[in-house]
Each structure stands twice: as C-alpha cells, then as structure tokens.
C-alpha cells in the first residue's frame, strides 16, 4: 500500500511568488492534515480536511494561504503571495478517524 | 493552550544499552498520544499510539507509556543499536489535531 505523497519536494521562490503544494493521501483516508515546521521550532498544526470539507483550520497563519481538496481526494495548498517567513517544510497526514496519522516526507520552501 | 516538552533535547548512549525518552504536556485532556521517528531529511515514522484510556504499548524493543494525570509518556527502547539513531518525537491529540513537542535527538555509540 502506497504512503502518503507530497510533490514537490522541494521548492525555492522568491518573495510574492505563489506556490501549490500537494498531497496524495493514502487511499482509504478521509482524512487528511497539513502541518509545518519553520526554522528551529516544533511543527504545528494547520488545517484538517474530512473528505473534502474543512473541519478545523486554526492553524492557518493568514489568507496568503489557501488549502483545497476537490472531491475528497488529494489536497493542495497555496501560498500567494509567498513571503520570507513562509520558509519551512510542510507536512501532510492521512489517518482513518481519531487513529495513527501517517505523514508523507513532506514540501521544503524556501523563500528568497 | 496545550505546550509539548520533551527533555533532553539530545541525547548519547552506547550501544546495546537501555533509554527512556521523556514528553510532558500540560492538558490532561487528550484523545491519544503518539510517537514518531524523524530521520534527517526524511519524513516523520509513526512508532506508537496510545489512546487516552490506555497505559501503554509494545512493538517490539519500544514500549511506550501513558500517564494522563500526571501529563508524561515516555518511550522506552531495549538494547540499542546504531539505527535507532534519529530524532524522536511526541505528539498529543485532541480534537483530531496533534500538538508536538520539539523532539530529542539521539545517537546510538557503536
């Protein structure tokens, strides 16, 4: 069984560039996280996705950011404009309820 | 606010010995919690999960052990070898988000 994807793996842009970043859970899941790492601090959550509805998204820092997940599937998110801060690596988890959440290798930005 | 620690940030042992890596958090009021492995670049490893009516879990030289009341679980590891090095991570669930610490690094001595 194929675990969770994420393309790219790496990403450089320059500030007021858009990013997407993707994710392919794993089949089955209807659930499904994004997290992120910046420099030197713990990750932390940022939004949840039942199927292709939003349950939480608290953890998103601001309207420069902007996740998707058109028919329950895969997931997308993006950054427009990006900005220097941004930099980190982003995290993406699937789980089947209140279980495991298995994580994919994660996106690394860096924004220039 | 729910706050993740885990001490020592790093950590060295010998090969072949015994550890216990510590996590506390300060609400009680978990759905589950969970162990990860991050190797360098890599992506995070699920080692164990622990529901919040539990006390502990084994998979194979890892045990794990929750203490809701007091905010600790630590994660134990038997015998250790060089490829157990890598940085360790707690995360506590509730409301289907978790919530990490910062993670201990450590390295197995051959």
Known sequence: ??????????????????????????SGHDNL???RRVMGKEIKFL??????????????PNNRFLAERTGGTYSTLK?????LEDSGV????????RYTQYF?????LTVL | KQEVTQIPAALSVPEGENLVLNCSFTDSAIYNLQWFRQDPG?????????QSSQREQTSGRLNASLDKSSGRSTLYIAASQPGDSATYLCAVGLNEK?????????????
């Open chain 2, 42 to 50: 890599k992506g995070l490893t699920s080692l164990l999960l622990i």
């Open chain 1, 90 to 97: 982003y995290f993406c988890a699937s789980a089947t309820g």
């Open chain 1, 104 to 108: 994919g290798p994660g996106t690394r």
């Open chain 1, 1 to 26: 069984e194929a675990g969770v994807t994420q393309f790219p793996s790496h990403s450089v842009i320059e500030k007021g560039q858009t990013v997407t970043l993707r994710c392919d859970p794993i």
């Open chain 1, 79 to 83: 950054v427009q404009p990006a900005e």
């Open chain 1, 33 to 35: 996280y994004w997290y």
């Open chain 1, 47 to 60: 939004l949840h996705f039942v199927k292709e509805s939003k349950q939480d998204e608290s953890g998103m």
């Open chain 2, 98 to 110: 978790l919530t990490f610490g910062t993670g201990t690094r450590l390295t197995i001595i051959p």
